[in-house]
C-alpha cells in the first residue's frame, strides 16, 4: 500500500506543545505499527509558511527526519490555516508525480479543525480522490462524537481522539483499517463502533473508536467551548483570579542549590551562642537533601570569621546530612575569644572566591548569621555586598542579640530585598526554608522576574516576563511564547510592574501591547501554562465590542492607572509580553541560561 499521512501543524493545534505531542506520539505509536519497507509513506505536513511534502518514504529513519523538519520548519517560519481543500489538491498533486505500482492508496487526515465550513468546501476533491480508488481516513483531533459526523463527507473512516495524542489504541484502530486495505483490493464492508456489519454500499463512513487519553493534570475539558485550550476547574480558578502570579515551589528536599553559611565566631558570640547555631542550622537543613549528587540536592559550606576568614567546611567536603551535623556541631571549637568583632566584609570576600573556585550549577546563595558589624572596625561590607547581588547571588541575614554583643541593624541593609530575618522570629525556621526555596526560584536571561511589593513586603512571584522585540498578529502570539504563553494580567500591582519594568529603554515609547486574554465563545479567558485557560476574575473588566483578543492600550499622556484594557481583532500587529515559568526546585534548568550564572 501507498499511504500519505497529513499532519496538522497549523494554529488549529492551539500551542506548539500540542503539535509537539503529536509528532511525537505519530512517531512512537504510528509509524512504528507497519512495515514501512513494504508500505512506502508520504507526509503532507500543513502549516508552516508552505505545505511541506516529502517523496515515498521506504525507511523509519526517514519519515522521522521529515516529520521533525516540518515541525521545525513550522516553528521557525512561523504557523498559518490552510483549508482542507488545499490539503487534498496537494495530495492529487503528489499523485500526478509518484511512480506508478501495484499498491493500493489510502490517505489519512489527521487535523483539529472542526469547521463545517473549511470541511464542505474540501467535498469535491474528496470525492475525487475516493474515484481515483484512495481510501481516506480522518483523525480529528480534540475532539468528541458529536464532531464525526461532518467528516463524514470527506472521509471513509473516521477516528476520534479527545486530546492530542496519538496512543496504541488509536494506532491499532488504524492498523484495523490498513490490514483491510491491503488485504482486499475491493472495498470490504466497514465496520461499525459495535462491531456489526454495515451494508458495504452505504455512502455513510464509520467512526472506528472515540479515543479518550485523560491527561493527568487537574485541568478537564468543557464541550461548551470547542477547539479551545482547557478550562481549569474551579478551585484552580478561584485561586488563579486573585492571585498576583505563581508561588515559587517551596518543595525544600528538591532544592539545588550551593549555600555558604557565614557564621560570626568573634568574642561577640559565647560558645552558647555557637551551640545554638549549629542546632538552628541543623533544623533547617535537616529539610534539604544534602550531597552531591543527584542533581536535586543542596551543598552546604560553612565560612567562620571574626577578624579574618577561614572556610571551615567546603563545598568539596560534603557527602551527606550527617556529615553537615558533625561539622555543625563542632561550630563552638572555632570561637576567637580574642577578637571582638566580626568582619563581615572578609566573609563575604572569601564566600565569594569560594563560589568561583568551588561553585557547581545550582543557585548560589549566602546565609550570613551574625549579631551585627561595626562599620568603623574592618572595611565597609556594602560595596562587596552589592557586588555579589548583581551577579545574582541571594544574601540571607540573620541578626540576633547577645549578651556579649549588641545587635546592629546594618547587617539587614547586606541582604537582597526582602531576605534580612530577625533572629528572635518565632516561625524563622520556616521562613528561612521558604526563602532558600525563593532563592532557587529564578528567571533565564533577559526576563524579568515579578516581584510586588505591598505594605513594604516584596513577593517573589515564579513568573518570568519578557516583551518582544518584534511585532505579530494576536493568533501568532501566543505560539512565539515559547515554553510559556501570553502574560495574564489580573491585578493593577502586575501591570504597573510591566509598565516599569518591560517598557523601558527602547520600549518606551510602546503605548500598547498584547497579553495573554481572549474571547471564546463570548465569554473572556485568560491563557495559563500547560494548554489551560481560565475565566476573567473582577479585574480588569471584560471589554465590549466585537474584538477578541486582549490588549493594553495607554492614551497620551497618562500615567499607569490610565492604561485601558481593550479588544482587537486579528487585523492588527502590536508587541506583546509573555511569561514563561521560573527555574525552581520542582523545575530544574542549565544555569548557564539563568540571569546572575557565571
Not at 471 to 490: E, M, R
Amino acid at each position: 500500500m501507498n499511504l500519505s499521512v497529513a499532519v496538522d501543524m497549523s494554529p488549529e493545534m492551539i500551542s506548539w506543545k500540542n503539535v509537539k505531542i503529536l509528532v511525537d506520539s505519530l512517531l512512537e505509536n504510528f509509524f512504528g505499527n507497519y512495515e514501512i519497507s513494504s508500505s512506502p509513506t508520504s507526509i503532507i505536513a500543513y502549516g508552516p509558511s508552505i505545505i511541506d511534502t516529502s517523496e515515498y518514504f521506504i525507511d523509519y529513519e526517514n519519515v522521522c527526519e521529515f516529520v521533525h523538519f516540518a515541525q521545525a520548519h513550522a516553528y521557525q517560519l512561523g504557523n498559518y490555516s490552510y483549508p482542507i481543500k488545499d490539503v487534498f489538491v496537494e495530495y492529487l498533486e503528489e499523485q500526478s508525480h509518484a511512480k506508478p505500482n501495484n499498491l493500493s492508496n489510502l490517505l489519512v487526515l489527521i487535523t483539529a479543525t472542526k469547521s463545517e465550513e473549511n470541511i464542505g468546501a474540501a467535498v469535491t476533491v474528496a470525492n475525487e480522490i475516493q474515484d481515483q480508488g484512495t481510501r481516506i481516513i480522518a483523525i480529528i483531533l480534540n475532539a468528541t462524537d458529536l464532531d464525526q459526523n461532518v467528516f463524514t463527507k470527506i472521509a471513509d473512516d473516521v477516528i476520534v481522539v479527545a486530546d492530542y495524542f496519538i496512543d496504541e489504541h488509536v494506532a491499532k484502530n488504524f492498523m484495523n483499517v490498513f490490514c483491510d486495505e491491503i488485504s482486499t483490493t475491493t472495498k470490504l464492508p466497514t465496520t461499525s463502533a459495535t462491531g456489526m456489519s454495515t451494508d458495504p454500499l452505504s455512502v455513510t463512513p464509520t467512526v472506528l473508536s472515540t479515543i479518550s487519553t485523560m491527561s493527568t493534570s487537574t485541568s478537564t475539558h468543557v464541550s461548551s467551548i470547542s477547539t479551545t485550550p482547557m478550562v481549569l476547574n474551579p478551585n484552580d480558578t478561584n485561586i488563579l483570579q486573585n492571585d498576583l502570579g505563581s508561588p515559587c515551589s517551596t518543595n525544600y528536599s528538591n532544592a539545588w542549590l550551593d549555600v555558604i553559611l557565614l557564621i560570626d565566631v568573634s568574642k561577640a558570640l559565647s560558645v552558647a551562642d555557637l551551640a545554638n547555631i549549629g542546632a538552628f542550622s541543623s533544623t533547617l537543613f535537616e529539610q534539604f537533601s544534602i550531597g552531591q549528587s543527584p542533581t536535586h540536592t543542596t551543598r552546604v559550606s560553612i565560612i567562620c570569621f571574626a577578624s579574618k576568614a577561614e572556610i571551615v567546611y567546603n563545598f568539596n567536603n560534603v557527602t551527606d546530612f550527617n556529615d553537615l551535623l558533625l561539622n555543625l556541631g563542632d561550630l563552638p571549637k572555632y570561637r576567637m575569644r580574642n577578637n571582638t568583632d566580626g568582619n563581615v566584609e572578609a566573609a563575604l570576600s572569601l564566600a565569594y572566591q569560594e563560589f568561583t573556585k568551588n561553585g557547581s550549577y545550582r543557585i548560589k546563595t549566602i546565609l550570613l548569621i551574625a549579631p551585627g558589624f561595626y562599620s568603623n572596625s574592618f572595611d565597609d561590607p556594602t560595596e562587596i555586598s552589592e557586588q555579589i547581588k548583581e551577579d545574582g547571588i541571594k544574601i540571607l541575614t540573620v541578626s540576633f542579640q547577645s549578651p556579649n554583643g549588641i545587635e546592629d541593624n546594618k547587617l539587614g541593609k547586606l541582604a537582597s530585598k526582602g531576605f534580612a530575618f530577625d533572629g528572635d522570629d518565632e516561625n524563622l525556621i520556616q521562613k528561612l526554608s521558604t526563602a532558600l526555596t525563593t532563592a532557587n526560584c529564578i528567571c533565564p536571561r533577559n526576563t524579568e522576574q515579578l516581584a510586588i511589593t505591598q505594605k513594604n513586603q516584596t513577593t517573589i512571584f515564579g513568573d518570568c516576563l519578557f516583551m518582544a522585540n518584534l511585532q505579530s498578529n494576536p493568533q501568532f502570539a501566543n505560539y512565539a511564547c515559547h515554553d510559556g504563553t501570553l502574560v495574564t494580567v489580573t491585578s493593577q500591582d502586575k501591570l504597573n510592574f510591566i509598565i516599569k519594568h518591560l517598557l523601558t529603554n527602547e520600549k518606551s515609547k510602546v503605548n500598547k501591547f498584547l497579553v495573554g486574554a481572549q474571547k471564546y465563545s463570548n465569554e473572556w479567558f485568560w491563557h495559563n501554562y500547560n494548554d489551560t485557560i481560565f475565566p476573567f476574575g473582577k479585574w480588569p473588566l471584560a471589554p465590549q465590542g466585537n474584538g477578541i483578543y486582549g490588549y493594553f492600550l495607554k492614551q497620551n499622556g497618562s500615567s499607569h492607572s490610565e492604561w485601558h484594557f481593550s479588544a482587537i481583532n486579528n487585523d492588527a500587529r502590536m508587541f506583546y509580553v509573555c511569561q514563561q515559568k521560573a527555574c525552581d526546585a520542582d523545575r530544574f534548568c542549565d544555569s548557564d541560561q539563568l540571569n546572575g550564572s557565571q
